[in-house]
Every structure is written in C-alpha cells, then in structure tokens.
C-alpha cells in the first residue's frame, strides 16, 4: 500500500459524459502527478501540482482540468469523454518536487467509454 | 523532445535465467529512475541512479547509468517468477516514462 489513494477503481460511462477522478495524496506529501496509461502510448504524464499551484503541464487535452484543493486532495475532470479517452488513470504524489525525488503511486482509477 | 526507449517490449524467459533490459535517450539525465508495475497496480519505484557510471545492487537486480547519462540498464540475476511485471523507466522530473519492458518469468 502505496499510502496514495484513488477512486473510483473502476469506472464506465458513455461518450460525451464528464467523469471526476480523485486522488487523495499520501499524508504529508505535498505535491500531486496525474499520469495516463494505455497499452500503446504507455505512461502519459497529464499534470502536476505543488501546494495547489500547477508546477508542471504535460500533453492534457483540452477536455481535460485538474485541481489541487488546500486540503492537498486532487481532482481530474473529464468531459466530452470519447472512446480514446478509455485508459488507466494514476495519480502519484510526493513530499516534495525535485528532480529525483520519490514518487509514489496509487492503484489507478480504470475509465472505460463505451 | 526527449524520449526514452525501453527494450526489448517484450521477454519471457525460464526462471533463473539472466536477463538485461535497456532504457536509452539521446538527450542527458540528471537521473534516471527504474520503477516495477504488477498488473493492477501502479507502478513502484525500484531505484534512482544519478551519476554517470554508477552501478547499484538491489538484490538480484543490477542498475546501470551510462557514463555520458543517456542511457541505463537492469541486469536480473536468476530470474524468478515474482519478477514479472512491467518495468519501466523515467526521467528525473518524472514526466517523461519509457513504454517499458513486460517481463515474463516462466516457472
């Protein structure tokens, strides 16, 4: 147990709905990645927060938001889903953002569109 | 735009045979990390090799940062089968991931 905790595990909704996933960062840990996983792009980096600041934007698409709460929790919003969009979504966190640091994953939220 | 390839994609071999897996660049590393995925879980940091050269042991498993830092390698001694898995590698700031190499260990 990663201490970095995820849900929903599993998801299913239709094309065009919005779905939110959270992400509950291990206690202490300050800082927040949202990563994407499919078999053939591999491990897509999305975004990542620092104390509720954007510290770091990778490819996210436009239908695609994140946020950091002060509470450190984070959120990433899906709309407009479509069928590409199903993947495996990780969030991994952080005590602090340097090059090198440990981060740390949780299990992963499955999005199914169908 | 920076990219690490991993490969080979793919290896099954027979348990306590010797594997090595690559993960190379073209672009210069502060670090690199080396992390294990089991299926349905997210991926778990197995090591952080930092200066160009540099070997670390971890148990049966030797890591290799090359000497100009574009590249790395994990050797596994005597493959078991709680070896399996996707390992993956990925550039210090944590944005750029290799595709990975899913390991196969035959019992």
């Known amino acids: 147990d990663s201490g970095v905790t995820q849900t929903p595990k599993h998801l299913i909704t239709a094309t065009g709905q919005r779905v939110t996933l959270r992400c509950s960062p291990r206690?202490?840990?300050?800082?927040v990645y949202w990563y994407q996983q499919s078999l053939d792009q591999g491990l897509q980096f999305l975004i990542q927060?620092?104390?509720?600041?954007?510290?770091a934007k990778g490819n996210i698409l436009e239908r695609f938001s994140a946020q950091q709460f002060p509470d450190l929790h984070s959120e990433l919003n899906l709309s407009s889903l479509e069928l590409g969009d199903s993947a495996l979504y990780f969030c991994?966190?952080?005590?602090?953002?340097?090059?090198?640091?440990?981060?740390?994953f949780g299990e992963g939220s499955w999005l199914t569109v169908v | 735009t920076q990219l690490l390839e991993q490969s080979p994609q793919f290896l099954s071999i027979q348990e306590g045979e010797n594997l090595t897996v690559y993960c190379n660049s073209s672009?210069?590393?502060?670090?690199l990390q080396w992390y294990r995925q089991e299926p349905g879980e997210g991926p778990v940091l197995l090591v952080t090799?930092?200066?160009?050269?540099e070997v670390k042991k971890l148990k049966r498993l030797t890591f290799q940062f090359g000497d100009a830092r574009k590249d790395s390698s994990l050797h596994i001694t005597a493959a078991q089968p709680g070896d399996t898995g996707l390992y993956l590698c990925?550039?210090?700031?944590?944005?750029?991931f290799g595709k990975g190499t899913r390991l196969h260990i035959l019992p």
């Open positions: 990925a550039e210090d700031d944590k944005i750029i």
């Open positions: 206690s202490g840990d300050l800082s």
């Open positions: 927060y620092y104390n509720g600041e954007e510290r």
């Open positions: 672009s210069v590393f502060s670090s």
């Open positions: 090799v930092v200066t160009g050269g």
């Open positions: 991994a966190s952080s005590v602090e953002s340097y090059p090198g640091n440990t981060i740390y």
